[in-house]
């Protein structure tokens, strides 16, 4: 049987997707696609290794309520200290610190536009 695969992510703004999806381009050190200029109805980043492609498109409506679905992350190459205070510097705004005494857990952060993802323990602590 043939299931299906994730082919894209769609994250909602009633800002600038293409402001969105420049932070979103720092925080994942992916590129915007070349065709993305401030101002269009969405903005475009891809996964070069062919993981879901994230789309941010402009929507009339704000966000009402907790996300129902949201991004863990994992930091490579850092902390997750250090990735948590390199993602505020980006723009992200602390939702909630769940790191436990032993190391375990995670932060919750969210975008510009309210979306909330999460920060989790990597390789380096």
Request: aromatic share 6%; with cysteine.
């Amino acid at each position: 049987m043939m299931y299906p695969s994730i082919r894209t992510i769609t994250f909602d703004c009633t800002g600038d997707p293409y402001d969105l999806g420049l932070f979103w381009s720092g925080l994942l050190g992916r590129p915007l696609a070349d065709d993305d200029k401030p101002g269009d109805p969405e903005a475009v980043i891809e996964d070069p290794e062919g993981g879901p492609t994230l789309l941010f498109v402009r929507v009339p409506e704000g966000k009402a309520a907790k996300n129902r679905i949201h991004l863990d992350l994992k930091p490579h190459g850092r902390t997750r200290a250090d990735e948590v205070a390199r993602v505020q510097g980006l723009g992200a705004r602390l939702v909630a610190d769940r790191t436990r005494p032993d190391g375990s857990g995670w932060v919750v952060l969210a975008d510009p536009e309210g979306n909330e993802f999460c920060v989790e323990r990597g390789e380096l602590g």
